[in-house]
């Protein structure tokens, strides 16, 4: 992925009384900024689920997100990318599903109790 970057951060459920919000980088950063920022926040990122990385190369439409699901989407033309993420582990998939933990049934009146569900 060429450089520079832009780098963005979106938490998406804050703690206390704070807001969601999205912080982008001020400028581009070079790749020793960009690994520097990633590496100095790399506990917090892997270990707390509340927000998505977005990393955007400011050239090409390259584009990778690591999700609050520990899943990278990466997009753009980055063919180095297949040969990288294979020697440190993670399995490329071309579709991604996550189950849902609230039965949902589409009658009326399971849509009402799942409202109010949803609501509380």
């Known amino acids: 992925m060429p450089e520079p970057f832009w780098i963005l951060y979106e938490l998406k459920v804050p703690r206390g009384k704070g807001e969601p919000g999205r912080y982008q980088s001020a400028e581009p ?4 900024e960009a690994e520097a920022f990633l590496r100095r926040f790399e506990a917090f990122f892997e ?3 509340r927000h998505d990385i977005w990393i955007a190369a400011t050239t090409t439409s390259d584009l990778l997100v690591y999700d609050n699901h520990n899943v990278i989407y990466a997009y753009g ?6 040969g990288l993420l294979s020697q440190r582990g993670p ?4 579709r ?3 189950q849902c933990r609230i039965p949902i049934n589409t009658t009326k009146n399971s849509m009402e109790s799942s409202k109010k569900f949803l609501s509380t």
């Open 77 to 82: 033309q980055m063919p180095e990318l297949d």
């Open 91 to 94: 399995t490329k998939v071309n």
């Open 29 to 32: 950063l070079n790749r020793r």
């Open 47 to 49: 270990n707390d689920g």
């Open 96 to 98: 991604v599903s996550f």
